[in-house]
């Protein structure tokens, strides 16, 4: 089983947009995959049109109050299944640090889906915290969707820079850029820079507005725009990113 956490410092990079499509490219691909939600605005749940089963269910996980396959459900899609946001997963900052060795909680939650899934995808919420450190901790590879500005990349390096004040594993940390506009001089004098460092993905994402259309179709970009360019951008994403992660 391969984790894979989609993170950014901060939003409105289109993380979500890009798990959302991972994670179905992976289903296509014939893996069993599961789909994590820990980010408390549930836009991942709502394009694939989810609600949590259990309430509150996020926090008695962590409270073992409850066991993992509770939580997970089945989705439209083949091959795809999820555990949906809720609003308590705002209270795992809390949660985690009342916990003794709370750096291993997560990663225990993790492996026991070892043996039922090929690739679970996370999509989590943005910022430095007590989760983000336990999923960076956890996740075999925490991919970084980055739109090439210059407070984006600010944001790649101050990452870099956490990982190595907590003595985490930076080999884990990959990018992709997404929102691009190639017509613009800084995106492209940005990639051009970034590129060089080995952990951005030559593939990218560009600004589309196929990619915003997700929300009126709460679904996944080749459920319904399969031709698209923009679904044929995040195809060629994932085949660089399996080559990358499967080498």
Known sequence: MISIALYHLKGGVGKTATCVNLSYLAAQDGYKVLLWDLDPQGSTSFYYNVQPKIKSGTQKLFNEQLDLDELVMA???????????DLTARNLEIILEELRSSKRRFKSILSQLEKDYDFVFI??????????????YAADIILMPTIPTTLSVRSYELVKDYFA?????????????????????MHNEIMQELIRDNKFFHNYIPYLSDVEKMGVYQAPLHAFAPSSYAAQCYSDLWEEIKEGIME
């Open 123 to 136: 999509d989590c919420p943005p910022g430095f915290s007590v989760l983000s450190e336990n999923i960076f």
């Open 75 to 85: 989705t439209s899609y083949e091959n795809i299944d999820i555990i949906p946001a």
């Open 165 to 185: 004040e907590k003595n985490l594993d930076e080999s884990k940390l990959m990018c992709c850029f997404t929102m691009v506009d190639i017509r613009k001089n």
